[in-house]
């Protein structure tokens, strides 16, 4: 029996050959991103806590400048830059410059990589167990594990900086309703294709969640609110205004939504509190008669 598997046979061409090129990668193996593969492209990459590193890991057990990696001649070095947790290789504890081999450990804090070499089907391995991990199963967007780790690391960042960060968390009115009338798969469907119909209104640096059976979550970085209140009315609209075709049937469904916003201050006093405040609105928005959206004061203008 035939298992339709193409085999290429003949000489491997030089696009072939420079493509599984073996490069110099470090893979997070303990830490937030397990799975994750940064690729050591420049001839010196610090590695820290700070935006301005080549290479940044948001782990409160990094320093803001915690270790550097060079490439010589003879091979790649790490070095310690001073940092509070310090840097191993292996069981050792960097004290001067110390070559890295293929498969090392490497400690920086409490954050543990493995240095490699890895071609282009190595990474797109490492990639698919990430993507295994981040990814919710029905919807194939982000799940709560993922959006979780990201909004710790937003809520530091615009700590530091005052860009603004905006949530917005929504949830389908009614949906016990559809499941009782439909049956589950009618309200798979809904939920795989409402993901789809909605992550487009997300923007590249934003993420978009599925937060909980069928709850929803938009992370906004240095959105203000006025703007975070025109998405979310965007996808209110949307929604409402969508079929979706399942068995037949052409089914609809409306969401209701509630939006917050933290400027940085000391307001908020940690990334569950953000997320409050915008199920506090979410929750005024339910009692406000559905298929609306609740937010926080405008302190600007009104959205566009």
């Known amino acids: 029996m035939s298992d339709n598997t193409e085999y290429k046979v003949g000489p491997v061409t030089a696009e072939e050959e420079e493509t599984s090129e073996k490069r110099p990668c470090l893979i997070m193996i303990k830490g937030d991103f397990i799975g994750q593969v940064y690729e050591l492209t420049n001839d010196v990459t610090m590695i820290g806590r700070s935006d301005d590193v080549d290479l940044v890991v948001s782990d409160i057990s990094i320093s803001r400048k915690h270790a550097m990696i060079v490439a010589r001649v ?26 890295l081999d293929e ?43 993922y959006f979780s780790e990201i909004l710790a690391k937003e809520f530091d960042y615009n700590r530091r900086n005052h860009v603004g960060l905006s949530l917005i968390l929504f949830d389908i009115d009614h949906f016990k309703q559809v499941n009782d009338t439909w049956g589950h798969p009618a309200g798979d469907f809904i939920l795989k294709h409402l993901a789809q119909l909605i992550e487009s209104d997300a923007r590249g640096y934003d993420v978009f969640a599925r937060y909980g059976g069928e709850e929803f ?17 965007r996808v209110r609209a949307e929604i409402e205004q969508h ?44 009692h406000g008669g559905r298929n609306r959206v609740c937010h926080d004061p405008l302190t600007g203008s009104p959205p566009e």
């Open 217 to 233: 979550i938009f992370l906004l970085r240095g959105a203000p609110l006025n703007a975070a209140v025109a998405i979310a009315e």
């Open 74 to 99: 003879d091979g790649f070095h790490l070095s310690d830059l001073g940092s509070t947790n310090g840097c191993w290789v292996n069981r050792e504890r960097v004290v001067a410059p110390t070559s």
């Open 103 to 145: 498969g090392d450990k490497v400690t920086l804090g409490e954050v543990v990589f493995k240095f490699s070499f890895q071609d282009e089907d190595d990474t797109q391995y490492h990639m698919m167990l990430r993507n295994m991990a981040i990814k919710d199963g029905l919807t194939r967007i982000y799940n709560k594990r």
């Open 243 to 286: 079929i979706f075709s399942y068995d037949g049937q052409d089914l609809r469904v409306t969401v209701s939504l509630g939006v917050s916003w933290w400027s940085g201050d000391e307001s908020m006093v940690s990334p569950v509190s953000l997320v409050e405040a915008a199920d506090k609105r979410l929750y005024e928005a339910k």
